[in-house]
């Protein structure tokens, strides 16, 4: 009997973000801008004004009335700076006006300086053809009150942020922060900063996730090593109830000494996902008394590329976010591939001039190519590549954060 066929990664892509689906968290709760970073929009921003609020000036130079324009020097009738609220334009004069200063009333174009030259008495005359409407920053050019600027699940940065702050927002409703629970297993796993025993390594999945989910906007509740035993398992995982999710690494693929998936089985229920993806095959899909848990394959790498292209976004859906996929672009092969795999692979690469160049070293257990590289590059199941061939290039940084 042949082996039951692998999962392609868009299909368990798909199966979490309807399990995160069937899951949101919708609590939301009202943040200051400066703590936003990160976070996503539980209700769309909303403009309350106009932006710009009332038409401007885009150049230091003279508003004027084109009507008024005959050819003849114009007198200056006043100095209009930014953060000023200018007076009307008395007609048959120009006002002097400064970039992002309000446009006098009566006015309806601006010329640049470079296009006027100040006579002696102080008059002043343009040297070009003018046009309605020039150089004006029209009210309501960017924005228009009532307008929705973002739409609800929108994931906030630094850019958005100053959007809110453009439109006045001192705080914005939020998704509050999702909890996930820590959970590394394996007898040989050590924390850093104590000394290596025989048969030990230290734990570095611990370190990498934490970083990772703080990043993706998550509170991580640190639930150590899982020790090797049913009870103790099992009296830690009940200890976890006030979590969205429970995220573990290790222990996943056929070891003898599984306990979470005892315990998953007997109080929850549990799927093991075999992945074509590699770095990643086993994945664990489950709840424990209702609460989600996903547990990633140990080895360093594939803990990487799974939490990177199913996790994440797992996360990113159950907060109400739309686009939880990073973005990917086709570059051309730097290398060739001649050996069609059943799964796909995600090769720990950098750009060179262009090109996706893989690390020579790609094995499961090593992360430090993964420290070296700058993505991701997909080679599909059962693909073989020439040199210059495209290939899908997925940033790290697109996943980082
Ligand atoms: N007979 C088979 N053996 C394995 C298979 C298989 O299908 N049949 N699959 C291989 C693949 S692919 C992977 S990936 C791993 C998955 O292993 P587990 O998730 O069960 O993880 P462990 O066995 O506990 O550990 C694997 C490897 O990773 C190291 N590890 C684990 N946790 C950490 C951590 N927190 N920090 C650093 N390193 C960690 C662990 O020491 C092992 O070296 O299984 C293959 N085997
Ligand atoms: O999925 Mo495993 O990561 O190939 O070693």
Redesign the pocket.
Known sequence: MSPPALMPVEAALERLLRLAEAAPIEDSERVALEAADGRVLAEPLVAGLDLPPWPNSAMDGYALRLADWTGEPLAVSQRIFAGQAPGPLQPGTCARIFTGAPLPEGADCVEMQENAEVLADGRVRFTEALRPRRNIREQGHEVRRGETVLAVGTRLGPIELGLAASLGAAELPLRRRPRVALL???D??IEPGRPLGPGQ??????TLLKAWLERAGCVVTDAGILPDDLELTRARLGELDAVDLILS???????EADFLGQVLREAGELALWKLAI?????LTVGHFRGVPVI??????A??LVTFALLVRPYLLRRLGVAEVEPLAFAVPAGFAWNKPGERRQYLRARLDQGRAMPHPDQS??VLRSAAWAEGLVEVREGATLAEGDPVRFIPLSEMLG
């Open positions: 590394s297993t394996g040989e796993l390594i230290y734990n570095s999945n611990r690494t290790g222990g996943v693929s056929v070891g590699k770095p990643g095959k086993p547990g990633l394959p140990g080895n360093p594939a803990t499961s257990a």
